[in-house]
């Protein structure tokens, strides 16, 4: 069985082969084919949202400039290696969906089965893209320590971003022509330190009643680019300034996206929108961080 799943210019959904005979379990497969431009060595012009001058408990976006650094001739080729491991090892293995119905049959007499869920990163040229990533290499300057690393799904020099840059325009904005921007060592692990409420109760190794988070920016971002949002943003809001919360509890902070590494069941929704807009399965779906039992 070898299912293409149309319908979503942001990724191509594919079921896989039977993989698990005894388990009943194929892999859903989102195969985002990837364009990563390696910014030019200079000044790389950017807004940040800041605290206004003399008003500190306001915030507004304002101009700031970091310089790219000059990056090694195999430094493309060598981060390429990178992302695709890294979004390998965070997402893959780690969520499943497990067929919620009283029957195991189709209408049309094919069987049921278990989801895995799976991506995969394809390198393509930019006009085949539909992730165009931005790479800045070692940045300096006073900017750098205010870049944020970002994903916002954009539009040019995609298949059918033209559709959604007719709609940026016809609302006075601007196209985007990329979907991500990432540093050099955004593939590593870092540490965040921030509050949790249960601090004090959690062996919390930080002063001031902080606790110590390992998160890859990549990973979280690329959570962002299959449409998930922050771990307690409001409904249907992905990536807003507005919406970047991370929760209050060491538990929901550890949570991909939140400021931590751990897949959450609330991680399947892109699988499951894809399963659903196709009609494949049951009306239900049990999202699972662990693999289902062979049944």
């Known amino acids: 069985m070898t299912d293409i799943i149309e319908g979503r210019d942001d990724f191509d959904s594919v079921l896989g082969r039977l993989d698990n005979p005894v388990g009943g379990t194929i892999a859903l497969t989102l195969t985002v084919k990837t364009y990563i431009q390696l910014v030019a060595p200079g000044s790389f012009h950017f807004e940040a949202t800041l605290p206004v001058p003399g008003n500190p408990s306001q915030t507004s976006l304002q101009p700031q400039t970091l310089t790219v650094s000059q990056a090694p001739p195999d430094a493309l080729s060598q981060f390429q290696q ?5 979004i390998d090892h965070a997402w ?4 499943w969906l497990v067929h919620g119905g009283t029957t195991r049959q189709r209408s049309d007499g094919s069987r049921i089965y278990n989801v895995r869920c799976r991506v995969r990163i394809q390198y393509v040229s930019q006009p085949e893209a539909q992730l165009i990533m931005q790479l800045l290499w070692q940045p300096t300057g006073n900017g750098a320590t205010t870049f944020r690393q970002n994903c916002h799904r954009g539009g040019i020099g995609r298949p059918h971003g033209g559709i959604r840059d007719a709609l940026r325009n016809a609302m006075g904005l601007n ?10 060592d955004s593939c590593g692990e870092r540490t965040l330190h921030f509050p949790a409420s249960d601090c004090s109760t959690n062996g919390c190794t930080h002063a001031a009643g902080r606790h110590p988070f390992q998160q890859c920016v990549a990973a979280h971002e690329f ?8 771990a307690c943003a409001a409904a249907g809001v992905v990536n807003s300034t507005a919406q970047y919360c991370i929760g209050n509890t060491i538990a929901s902070m550890e949570d991909q996206m939140a400021v931590g590494n751990t897949k959450s069941i609330a991680h399947t929704a892109p699988w499951l929108a894809r399963l659903r807009e196709h009609g494949y399965g049951p009306r239900t779906w049990s999202p699972r961080t662990t693999a289902p039992p062979n049944t």
């Not at 893959?92 to 969520?95: M, T």
């Not at 196209?175 to 050099?184: C, H, K, S």
């Not at 959570?223 to 922050?230: N, Q």
């Open 82 to 86: 990178r992302f695709a491991d890294t």
């Open 92 to 95: 893959n293995g780690k969520l």
């Open 175 to 184: 196209a985007n022509p990329r979907d991500m921007q990432l540093l050099d």
């Open 223 to 230: 959570g962002h680019y299959l449409g998930l949002p922050h």
